[in-house]
């Protein structure tokens, strides 16, 4: 069973800090790409973060300076620390896989975790 779990989020002010997390299972052979995605309410879902299984990173000019993606491979996990936050960060962010697995590619999001920054 192809699972994505994602932990960490919550209600913190201003200028905090928050870091997330997220597990990828079932049947795995390899991830090429994890990331975190976020949809704040009445607006699209929009890329956060990225990481490739080498450890190339790209994010959004929003969040750059303030949030460090980071994986472990022999795990498969991704992680996104945040600091510095702002009221707009706020929304729920979704965890994203492209994996290969025994039956082939595979793109799979995780259930979401709502990050809530008050001024």
């Known amino acids: 069973q192809v699972q994505l779990v994602e932990s960490g989020g919550g209600l913190v002010q201003a200028g905090g800090s928050l870091r997330l997390s997220c597990a990828a299972s079932?049947?795995?052979?390899?991830?090429?790409?994890m990331g975190w995605y976020r949809q704040a309410p009445g607006k699209q879902r929009e890329l956060v973060a990225t990481?490739?299984?080498?450890?190339?990173?790209n994010y959004a000019d929003s969040v750059k300076g303030r949030f460090t993606i980071s994986r472990d491979n022999a795990k498969n996990t991704v992680s996104l620390q945040m600091n510095s936050l702002k009221p707009e960060d706020t929304a729920v962010y979704y965890c994203?896989?492209?994996?290969?697995?025994?039956?082939?590619?595979?793109?799979?999001w995780g259930q979401g975790t709502q990050v809530t920054v008050s001024s």
């Open positions: 079932g049947s795995i052979v390899s991830i090429n790409v």
């Open positions: 994203n896989e492209d994996a290969l697995r025994g039956w082939g590619r595979d793109v799979h």
């Open positions: 990481i490739t299984s080498g450890g190339s990173t």
